[in-house]
């Protein structure tokens, strides 16, 4: 499993973003990927798409503030940030999802860093439904009867480890680089949930299809 994540903020200061652009340059060659994302509740928005660069070591981990993207979809960090999402659709990679893969991208659509038909791609692997048959297999019975594994029982019944979902209730589209918004205690616990959610799916994902030997290091 990978070691260590580095989490990257897209957010509308400039000076972030000219940081992180050159530290899209190492996982150019990333084949496999883990995503997620979260949407406010009230109202129901869609507001943060979460993306790990999987690797042996260092898995580099995205969040990507849909909500504060620039309005201007010319401008470099819209193309910079629609280019890396070119670049996770494309047909020889594979990228892991807990759930639908369809209904969880699909409501990003109208913000213009993908289409539909970008992610109609074969190696969508929806990994609640994997786990599923997986765990049938492996113990001969499912607990969960006909319903689905969420993915905090998941992760206790096979490793037995508490995964924290408290924050999923937030409203993400206010941002996660605004501090005088929410404090840094508030900001942090955020952001380690977002990332936490990413790494949970990819360890998963290891334990059922034992991938790593594939990647390229």
């Avoid at 940030?81 to 990228?95: A, G, L, R, V, W």
């Avoid at 605004?178 to 952001?191: G, H, L, R, W």
Wanted: charge should be positive; aromatic fraction near 12%.
């Amino acid at each position: 499993m990978p070691t260590l994540a580095e989490a990257i903020l897209r957010n509308r200061n400039k000076q972030n973003e000219l940081s992180t652009v050159p530290r899209f340059q190492a996982p150019q060659n990333t084949e496999y990927f883990t995503i997620d994302t979260e949407a406010d509740l009230h109202p129901k928005q869609s507001s943060l798409i979460q993306v790990e660069f999987i690797s042996q070591h260092i898995s580099t981990i995205i969040l990507v503030e849909v909500c504060r993207l620039p309005t201007d979809q010319q401008q470099l960090k819209f193309c910079l940030i629609k280019s890396i999402f070119k670049h996770i659709f494309q047909e020889k990679n594979t990228m892991y999802i807990w759930g639908d893969p369809i209904k969880e991208l699909s409501t990003f659509v109208t913000y213009g860093l993908f289409t539909s038909d970008e992610f109609q791609i074969e190696k969508l692997v929806n990994m609640q439904h994997k786990f599923k048959k997986w765990f049938r297999r492996q113990h001969q019975f499912d607990p969960t009867g006909g319903n689905l594994w969420g993915l905090q029982p998941a992760i206790l019944a096979t490793y037995g480890e508490f995964l924290d979902k408290t924050k999923t209730l937030n409203i993400w589209s206010r941002g996660l680089g605004q501090p005088n918004q929410y404090n840094n205690a508030k900001i942090q616990s955020m952001i380690c949930y977002a990332v936490n959610d990413c790494l949970a799916v990819t360890k998963l994902a290891h334990t059922i299809f034992c991938f790593f030997y594939l990647i390229k290091k």
